[in-house]
C-alpha cells in the first residue's frame, strides 16, 4: 500500500527535489496530499516551463519558493538564492523608486518657489497698475 502511495506521486516529488526542495521529514502521505492539493499549480508550472525563458523559470521556482514554506518545507539551497535574489531586486527597486521619489519631490518644490515667486511678481504688478 505505502508503494503504489508512493509510485503514484513520484513523478511530483521528484519535480520539487529537482527544483530544490528539502523533503526530509515529510511522510508519503503528507507528501501526497500536497502534491495533488496546495503544489499541484507548482508542479504543473514547473514542468510545463520553456526551460529557454529564464525569467519564466525564475517566476515558476520564485512561486514554489514562496508557496512552500507556508506549507511548512524547508527551501533547499537553490530555491532560498531565488528567494534572496527576488527580495534583494524588491529592495532595489523600492529604492530606485524612492530616489525617483526624492527627486520629483525637489522638482515640485523648485517649481512651488517659481510660482510663488511669480505670484508675488504678478501681485505687485497689479498693485504699481491700480
Not at 529564464?54 to 537553490?78: I, S, W
Not at 526624492?102 to 501681485?123: H, P
Request: charged share 40%; proline share 2%; with cysteine.
Amino acid at each position: 500500500m505505502l508503494q503504489l502511495a508512493a509510485e503514484a506521486c513520484w513523478g511530483d516529488i521528484q519535480v520539487l527535489l529537482d527544483a530544490g526542495l528539502d523533503l526530509s521529514g515529510k511522510t508519503i502521505t503528507r507528501l501526497r496530499h500536497d502534491c495533488t492539493g496546495q503544489l499541484d499549480k507548482c508542479i504543473t508550472d514547473l514542468r510545463e516551463v520553456d526551460g529557454d525563458d529564464e525569467e519564466a523559470v525564475f517566476r515558476t521556482h520564485l512561486n514554489l519558493a514562496r508557496k512552500a514554506p507556508e506549507l511548512g518545507y524547508q527551501l533547499g539551497p537553490p530555491l532560498a538564492r531565488v528567494r534572496e535574489l527576488a527580495e534583494s531586486k524588491a529592495e532595489g527597486e523600492i529604492k530606485a523608486l524612492m530616489e525617483e521619489n526624492a527627486e520629483l519631490r525637489e522638482a515640485i518644490k523648485e517649481f512651488g518657489r517659481r510660482k510663488e515667486r511669480w505670484l508675488r511678481r504678478s501681485d505687485n504688478k497689479k498693485r504699481k497698475g491700480c
